[in-house]
């Protein structure tokens, strides 16, 4: 049954990010990309990861996708699509070359060698993940407090960045 | 959590965060930069109390040690030149000095993280701290270079990022931490058969993360970015990319491969790695550079070379080599600064970064116009500066490890350079000049020029004073 479901997430997944990279449409691609980020959260509900599936609909599917499409409301020559350039055919060769690339690691490494490694907090499957996430990433002794904090900064950092970018100079 | 290793951030994020509210309530901007350089004193002041502290701390996330304390220090004395110098070249964006100032500090304390954390999610983390505050930094002018500039750096960024995550997702996948101590156990195991090449996975990640801080630290294949961004960022900018966030790229690279990929049955292989993206570095960077008519793309390129000769010390896997990239990061910090600071002191007079425009500057005004030869000199590497020291450490370094063939690239690197860095001495001394106007510099500017030309000088005559700390900050490391 999970198997089945993550083929048909798989699919849909894979074939709505290529239409995103390869649709000329700006404002198709930006509505195909939400489909895409539906379909990760599809991926992560299959994991039992309920929170980050929940956070993956909020935050990508919804705010993300909804900046974006205003994004491109509000951008002039629409119509034109993306530009044209000549490094299609390069770009096509170098990123299958990665594909094949990523792939063959994939197929090539023997995963089950991962044994053991001390977990920040053990999880059992079948329960809620939100409770356990926190303590991982608040915990006292082993929780990820420092990259917390230092992403409150980072965001704090981007914020005045984006208003000195937005703002005029000289008298508003 | 010990909140004691981690003053000197706190106390820099404080400062960052009183300018930008002071920002509202003072009239007088210039005041900001002297609460941004005085403040400064406070972290740095924690750093070298920090000094010889031996810790980890927030579950190994905030690794505190010589090592990163040397770098912590680099940065912040970088970071308060680049203010110094930036107190006149600021009126070119009058409304936004405060943001200015804060949007360096945070960029400040994001690189220092960078240095001092040993798991791979805060590494990420505090690099994107670094990254955004100078994406907006470089487009500050809001001219279209400067923004074509902020808009390059910001996407190539990105991407890099991407690659960067994707990397240590293959190693985060392979071997179950991000905490590099406990990478580096299980490496041990994956690899104690044999060669790299029985885990591809476990070697792509490496090679992504390799490409992912080679953005960074400008290194080839990812340095187009370069030329663009350092034209077009304002000049103290320009200088900060070129030291600062190269500075940090190679604490990072040197404490993710000697901690978490130090074992001998695969260091020989990123080794490898770095001596062949060292050698295309430096040659491509020099060649291209000559053909330059815009200092500070000249300087860009020239950057592209240095992160090369610095990749000579990492291929060079010993204690020397490591001790090298120390030292050369410091030296190359001080001259390519003090190269920068007088490029600012002339433009904010001429308006021009154009090599033709300091045609017969010496005339006009010959103490600027000697440092800036002085820095240059350095650059290349000759004696009695600072350049020539770090290169004969790290290239002797690179040679008793059996790299004689990167290290003669490298010489013969070195000569290309002094092609293109004595041209525009020769133009400096030699040519005619433009007009009879001298170049004003006022006392910030005079300080700092003063601080990196005395600072290339000492350390070109008794660099030990430098290479001692060089060498017990690297003790860290196996």
Known sequence: ?172 | MNFWLLSPELSLCGIALAVVLLDLVIEQKKVLAVISVFGLIIPIAFTIALWGEQQASFSGMLVVDNFSLFFKFLILGISALVIISSVDYVKKFARFQGEYYALILFSTGGLMLMCSTGELISIYIALELASISLYALVSFLKDPKSSEAGLKYMILGAISSAVLLLGMAFVFGITGSTHLDQIADKVSTLVSGGQLWDSPALLFGIVLMVAGFGFKIASVPFQMWVPDVYEGAPTPITAFLSVASKAAGFAVILRVFYTAFGIEAISADWGMIFAVLGAISMTLGNVVAIAQTNIKRMLGYSSIAHAGYIMVGLAAISTLGKSGVLFFLAGYALANLGAFIAIIAISNKTGSDEISDYSGMSRRSPVISFILAFCLISLIGIPPTVGFMAKFYIFNAAIQQDLLWLVIIAVLNSTISAYYYLRVVKVIYIGEPLSDEPIPSSIPMRVSLAITSIGVLVLGIYPWIVLRLAETAVVTFP
């Open chain 1, 1 to 172: 049954m999970t198997e089945l479901a993550f083929w048909v997430i798989a699919i849909v997944l894979v074939s709505s990010a290529l239409a995103v990279v390869l649709l000329r449409n700006v404002f198709r691609a930006a509505l195909l990309l939400i489909v895409c980020f539906f379909g990760v959260a599809a991926l992560y509900i299959t994991l039992n990861a309920d929170f980050l599936a929940a956070a993956q609909v909020l935050i990508y599917a919804g705010a993300i996708g909804i900046l974006l499409l205003f994004a491109i409301m509000l951008t002039r020559d629409l119509h034109s699509g993306n530009p044209f350039h000549r490094l299609h055919l390069p770009a096509l060769v170098l990123s299958l070359l990665l594909l094949a690339t990523i792939i063959g690691v994939v197929i090539g490494t023997d995963w089950t060698t991962i044994s053991e490694v001390p977990q920040v907090v053990e999880m059992p499957l079948d329960e809620p993940t939100t409770s356990y996430i926190a303590i991982a990433l608040f915990d006292q002794d082993n929780g990820f407090v420092l990259p917390f904090e230092i992403a409150s900064v980072l965001l704090l950092a981007a914020l005045i960045g984006a208003v000195v970018l937005v703002r005029r100079e000289g008298k508003d």
